[in-house]
């Protein structure tokens, strides 16, 4: 079934169509689990019949009729047990809704999806896993495939986050006003979550591997589509976009890690930057700015610049420093050191980092520890810059990371050997300090 | 996070094994059972296995026409892994909890065997794309 999903030119359709059917049943029947079961099972139904018998002219109605029929076939062998509620349920027989009514409560639909799947009583794994099937319209396999886990404990993560929604009593429809900004924060971080877990891996056949960054990407687009409003939204849209712009030229042929300072620039993604460009722009002149959107704006920095030693750092300082007003995210002030350094000296970028041994939430990170190697190098000095690539290499869980700062650390060995070497043999010439 | 949690013993405690009475083994199993069982319906099960044992441990080495090096002698304080679980939690602590409960499952006599786990963060192939 991943198979012809996924080869299916009908798969783009139905994982845009998914929430908005979902959507209209959950609004229906009030039941998300049932609902739930019984959308990805018209998705699945869709998946074999539609390739070989034609794309229904109207296929959001095709999908919604057969998931009403499959709830009610649902709620009628349930009503064995609990006749009275089943019965209730039954006489409100479903209607198909009229075009108007649909185009205008898809966008909505979704979008009360997303808060449901989003919602903050759920863990981030639970709820990314929601998010993908109920959302994205994967099936549990797929979901299951894309995070290196068994389909059934999959399965059960996501048949736990449905009780747990059940439980939490959650109506479907759109959270209050109030409630809205604080939810939409939450679902944005999920998003957020779901593009960082997506990798490239040269390991593995890349049929079996979907692509998390783009069903983020195409998440984002359809919350973006429901919020066009908001500026947050549109910034984080914007800054996967000109993130996952840079793709190709992020790992060499064996999937090693190349920085941004290294990579070839002519395979950025010129298409994903001008609209990654287009939305934060539009996001900015109304006025309202925030974290994602200052994020895409150094991304955007960074991916209109043709060669690096061209890169407008005290544009990008300038922009960390407004960040950081807005966030005390280590993270943040961790690179707002890489671009001090950038333009002021690797001094003040150590200056900087400085203050961050303090903080336990990133004091045992291997990122302080890489970017204090990368500066220390830049400082010209090579034997501390090794122990912080040596202890960076120690602490990172990701193996391209460890493989990279390994490497960065046999580099210096080595140039440092041979300076050593240089000086014996030429003791007039002064080593390169770099 | 995924983490994988080593179960290791001397040659001597495998040798020990062979001695418990059937009701002692039962009980053992039912116990590590049971938290395989739970960690599936907690969606935190990937896999585990058990090893055969030292016995027809072998230690192979390039060369030696590719034949193992031993027979499988080893010297007695040699720590064997005995199985292990992958597990995918939310945090280090929770790993740390299912690792205490493996350590505790019931010896000879229904007391706790307390066996080291061994607790290991797996790497994973992704990196941070943003942040």
Redesign the interface.
């Known amino acids: 079934m991943t198979d012809r999903l996924l080869h299916s030119s009908s798969e783009h359709l139905l994982r845009e169509l998914a929430p908005q059917v979902l959507g209209s049943v959950v609004r229906r029947f009030h039941d998300f689990a049932a609902s739930e079961d019984a959308v990805q099972e018209a998705l699945l139904a869709a998946a074999v019949q539609w390739p070989r018998e034609g794309v229904p002219d109207n296929p959001r109605g095709w999908l919604i009729q057969v998931a009403a029929r499959r709830i009610t076939d649902y709620l009628r062998s349930e009503a064995a047990r609990r006749r009275r509620e089943a019965e209730a349920a039954l006489q409100t027989s479903y209607e198909m809704p009229t075009t108007a009514v649909e185009n205008e409560s898809h966008h909505d639909d979704t979008l009360t999806l997303v808060f449901m799947c989003c919602h903050p009583s759920l863990?981030?794994?639970?709820a990314i896993a929601l998010t993908l099937r109920a959302v994205g319209g994967l099936t549990t396999a797929e979901i299951a495939n894309a995070?290196?886990?068994?389909e059934?404990?999959?399965a059960?993560?996501?048949s736990?986050a449905k009780q747990t929604i059940k439980a939490s009593g959650v109506p479907f429809r759109l959270p209050s006003n109030q409630e809205r900004a604080q939810r939409l924060r939450a679902v944005l971080h999920i998003l957020?979550l779901i593009?960082?877990?997506?990798?490239t891996?040269?390991?593995g056949p890349q049929l079996q591997r979907l692509e998390l960054?783009h069903e983020a990407i195409r998440l984002t687009r359809a919350v973006q589509a429901s919020l066009p409003e908001d500026g947050e939204v549109a910034g984080l849209l914007a800054?996967m976009l000109l993130?996952?712009a840079r793709r190709a030229a992020r790992t060499g042929p064996d999937?090693e890690?190349i920085p941004l300072t290294k990579q070839d620039r002519t395979l950025w993604d010129r298409a994903a930057i001008s609209e990654g460009v287009a939305l934060l722009t539009a996001a900015l002149s109304n006025g309202s700015v925030g974290a994602y959107q200052l994020?895409a704006a150094i991304a955007a920095v960074h991916d209109e610049t043709a060669r690096a030693e061209d890169t407008d750092w005290p544009q990008i300082l300038a922009l960390y420093d407004l960040l950081k007003r807005m966030s005390s995210?280590p993270?943040?002030m961790l690179?707002q050191a890489v671009a001090a350094a950038m333009v002021h000296g690797p001094s003040k970028g150590l200056e900087l980092l400085q203050a961050l041994d303090s903080d336990s939430r990133i004091v045992g990170h291997y990122?302080l520890a890489s970017v204090r190697a990368h500066l220390l190098e830049m400082a010209g000095d090579h034997r501390a810059a090794i122990t912080q690539y040596q202890i960076a290499a120690s602490r990172?869980?990701?193996?391209?990371?460890?493989n990279y700062l390994i490497t960065q650390a046999a580099r210096l060995r080595e140039n440092t050997a041979g300076q050593r070497l240089n000086l014996s043999i030429a003791p007039d010439k002064l080593p390169d300090p770099r | 996070?995924?983490y994988i949690l080593l179960m290791a013993a001397p040659k001597a405690g495998f040798d020990t094994y062979r001695t418990w009475s059937e009701k002692d083994v039962q009980a053992h199993f039912a116990v590590l059972t049971g938290i395989n069982k739970q960690l599936?319906?907690?969606?935190?099960?990937?896999?585990t296995e058990g090893l055969d044992w030292p016995d027809q441990a072998k230690i192979v080495r390039g060369g030696n026409n590719g034949a193992p090096v031993t027979d499988g002698v080893f010297p007695e304080s040699k720590e064997f892994l005995a199985g292990y679980w992958i597990v995918?939690v939310?945090s280090p602590e929770r790993a740390y909890e299912i690792a205490a409960r493996i350590s505790s499952a019931p010896g000879p006599g229904g007391t706790a065997l307390e066996m080291p786990i061994e607790v290991r963060?797996?790497?994973?192939?992704?990196?941070?794309?943003?942040?």
């Open positions: 863990t981030p794994s639970s995070f290196l886990v068994p059934a404990t999959m059960q993560r996501i736990r957020y593009f960082n877990e997506g990798y891996s040269s390991i960054s800054l993130t996952d999937g890690l994020q995210n993270m943040v690179n990122r990172t869980t990701s193996i391209p990371e460890q | 996070m995924k599936s319906e907690s969606g935190e099960f990937v896999a995918d939310e963060r797996i790497m994973t192939r992704k990196r941070d794309e943003l942040g």
